[in-house]
């Protein structure tokens, strides 16, 4: 009985440093990252993808979308904006405690931006983009983590893909 409660400490302890060390949000405080509970019957996933996780997916749509775009690389930049939408519908899914209007907030762009990759309009593009990261930011305040910033990428990460439209 001793030894339990000993554990029990143990745990609670070293439950603490951890949030101690992060000396921030870890996925238990961060309301939106709680995951569905698993229906009636149904068990739940052995681990459902982490919605940190998922925003580094996110955050590297992000910014493809962005390189497509500045060259105007339309297909490219359709293909990763629906990827991105993709993103946004799957853990909408998954996190059920997401408001339904900060998605809307971030995912509203994302039609703007199809407009203007169908127009092949870059003004109208960098518009929406605009946007699109004003979401990502008001979304990040709401959940607790606006300490999370995202901005214009400035320069590419992606040194193995090519952005620039075929034939250039
Ligand atoms: C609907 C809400 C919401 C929207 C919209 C949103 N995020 Fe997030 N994001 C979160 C939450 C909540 C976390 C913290 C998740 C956690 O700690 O489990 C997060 C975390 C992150 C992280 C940290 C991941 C890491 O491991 O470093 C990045 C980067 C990120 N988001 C990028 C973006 C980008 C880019 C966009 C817009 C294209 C975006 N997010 C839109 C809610 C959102």
Known sequence: MLAGIARRVGAC??????????????????????????????????????????????????SKLWFAGGVR???????EM????????????????IPVDAITLATRPLDAINEAVKARDLARFSDGFRKLTAGCNSCHAAGGVGFISIRSPTASPFSNQTFEPAGK
Not at 18 to 40: E, I, K, M, R, S
Not at 73 to 79: D, K, R
């Open 82 to 97: 629906d990827q991105l939408k993709q993103s946004f519908i799957d853990a909408a899914m998954l996190y059920g405690n």
């Open 13 to 62: 302890l070293l439950g603490f440093g951890l949030t101690a060390l992060a000396g921030g949000a870890l996925a238990d405080d961060v309301p939106f990252a709680q995951p569905n509970p698993a229906p009636l019957g149904a068990s739940a996933p052995a681990s459902p993808a982490r919605l940190g996780d998922m925003m580094s997916v996110i955050q590297t749509r992000h």
């Open 73 to 79: 690389n339309w297909p490219l930049a359709a293909y």
